[in-house]
């Protein structure tokens, strides 16, 4: 039996990291964690509850109140996420949550409570997960690491696409003002900086399709299941 290992995605907002997590954790038989997504379960919480993100002890109380998990939807067969047993997997993609989350996750308990979770999730390895410092801060010592980015008109392309269908309104400025700030707040943070690990291999998918992205992940794990 090949032995299971950890596959880590990092890199800038709208590259298509979870894309790319989804289609090869299906492919291994892997579990997907989005890790995106719990900083965004998390800020949902906040915002519903008016946490004051300033004050370093309301933001400890109030993650001891958060439970998160990840189960699979049957009929999508697609892992979904669950703030408090309330299945919020769409609610947290608005452009609200998308606006706070970098602010919440740059917060030194939000990511202490985050990566320990993360963390349990893997301990028996099997598992792709996204994000922005998974393979630096996460699991540092994952047999694959990868790290995406792409031509920043092509994200704010991307990005546009997916939110027009829940928000006809939205327009290209708004999206590329997000996804500057996003960039900047995750590359600049003092916890935990949006970086590409020195072990990482770099993926530009810019012109990519989905189909090219896949097979040059699933390259690599190859190389590292059945070495020379």
């Not at 995605?9 to 299906?26: M, N, P, R, V, W």
């Not at 390895?125 to 694959?144: L, Y």
Request: glycine share 4%; charged share 30%.
């Amino acid at each position: 039996m090949i032995p299971k290992i950890i596959i880590t995605i990092d890199g800038y907002s709208s590259c298509g990291k979870s894309t790319l997590a989804k289609q090869l954790a299906k492919k291994l038989s892997y579990a997907y964690i989005d890790s995106g997504a719990m900083y965004r379960a998390i800020t949902l919480y906040f915002l519903r509850n008016n946490i004051n993100l300033e004050d370093e002890k309301e933001v400890k109380e109030a993650l001891k109140n958060i439970s998160i998990d990840f189960i699979v939807n049957k009929n999508s067969d697609q892992s979904e996420i669950y703030l408090n047993d309330e299945n919020v997997e769409y609610i947290i993609r608005d452009l609200v949550i998308a606006e706070k989350v970098s602010e919440v996750a740059a917060l030194k308990n939000v990511r202490k409570f985050a990566v320990s979770a993360q963390q349990k999730m893997g301990i028996n390895k099997g598992i792709v997960m996204d994000g922005r410092d998974i393979g630096t801060t996460v699991f540092p010592d994952a047999e694959i690491k990868i790290f995406m980015l792409a031509d920043e008109a092509v994200r704010v392309e991307r990005r546009f696409a997916e939110m027009y269908e829940k928000n006809p309104n939205i327009s290209l400025d708004e999206i590329k003002s997000n996804i500057a700030m996003r960039d900047y707040i995750d590359s600049n943070r003092k916890i935990s900086p949006l970086r590409k690990a020195d072990d990482a291999v770099e993926l530009d998918n810019t012109h990519l399709t989905q189909k090219e992205q896949l097979d040059f992940a699933l390259d690599l794990v190859k190389n590292i299941q059945q070495p020379a």
